[in-house]
């Protein structure tokens, strides 16, 4: 009974979190722009994801990492790939949540599957992202290390309007 009331929690949790990686991710690209060596990034492996969503983002990022020249062009496009993926799993734990809040928990068993799978495909995105972090740290020049935090602090969080998970019929 409690379930469904605790993933509307998550669900709202893992909204602000996607919000502040895609923000930080768009932030990464835009400086990432104007540093002399671009970071080194190797392509998403589809092997890591286990939904189709993170699969599917995996293997266009490995295609067109082979096809894009020069290390900002793939360091970028990885920024994008995984910003845009975050935003997907996080839409979709947020109506398999709204699904299992309006059925009952037989009729809910593979949607609980789906958000064990949807939440290891966003954990992965999100270690991804910390490579890239690491990887981009190494390639920024140290005199620009004080203006990029500025950035980050104050880049606006993407705004998104959709209608947040709600419980119907749930007892306290």
Request: hydrophobic content about 40%; proline content about 5%.
């Amino acid at each position: 009974m409690c379930a469904p009331q605790q993933l509307a929690v998550v669900a709202g949790l893992l909204e602000r979190l996607a919000d502040s990686l895609v923000s930080f991710c768009e932030a990464l690209a835009n400086r990432g722009r104007y540093i002399g060596d671009a970071p080194k990034v190797e392509p998403l492996n589809v092997g890591f994801f286990r939904g189709n969503t993170g699969q599917t983002a995996a293997g266009w990022n490995a295609l067109l990492h082979r096809i894009l020249l020069g290390d900002r062009a793939r360091f970028i496009h990885k920024l994008k790939i995984l910003s845009e993926t975050m935003e997907r799993l996080e839409n979709e734990f947020a109506s398999a949540v709204r699904e299992i809040a309006k059925n009952t928990p037989i009729q809910s068993s593979g949607r609980w599957r789906t958000l064990d799978s949807l939440h290891y495909d966003f954990n992965t995105c999100l270690r991804e992202t910390e490579v890239v972090f690491k990887s981009f740290l190494r390639a920024l020049p140290v005199d620009q290390l004080v203006a990029f935090t500025g950035e980050i602090k104050t880049a606006p969080l993407p705004r998104r309007l959709r209608m947040r998970p709600r419980l119907s019929r749930a007892s306290a």
